[in-house]
Nanobody, 122 residues
């Protein structure tokens, strides 16, 4: 059974940084792409960032230039570096994995983590 576990969430002041990590365990075809999504209070889940098999990346408009998705040195670990955080970034952040085409659309992902809370205060 595939499991995705996020970590690194917490509380930070505006302008600060956080790094989220996602560890993938269980059987999964080694060629999978990863993404990060978030649910802000009172809003629908939205795409934050995605990384393809070859390392190509894409970002949601609201985080471009501030967030960076990457594969960590540790096997099966992906990260989301979040800089210059704003109160509007407050959300539950989810990592997700998929085995087909990659991108920012939710339907491209087959496996989801439980989420980690990020709170940014002004």
């Amino acid at each position: 059974q595939v499991q995705l576990v996020e970590s690194g969430g917490g509380s930070v002041q505006a302008g600060g940084s956080l790094r989220l990590s996602c560890v993938v365990s269980g059987y999964l075809h080694e060629n999978y792409h990863m993404g990060w999504f978030r649910e802000r209070p009172g809003k629908e889940r939205e795409a934050v960032a995605a990384i393809g098999l070859a390392g190509s990346t894409d970002y949601g408009d609201s985080v471009k230039g501030r967030f960076t998705i990457s594969k960590a040195n540790a096997k099966n670990t992906f990260q989301l570096q979040m800089d210059n955080l704003k109160p509007d970034d407050t959300a539950v952040y989810y990592c997700a994995a998929g085995t087909g085409p990659w991108g920012l659309l939710e339907h491209l992902y087959d496996y989801w983590g439980q989420g980690t809370q990020v709170t940014v205060s002004s």
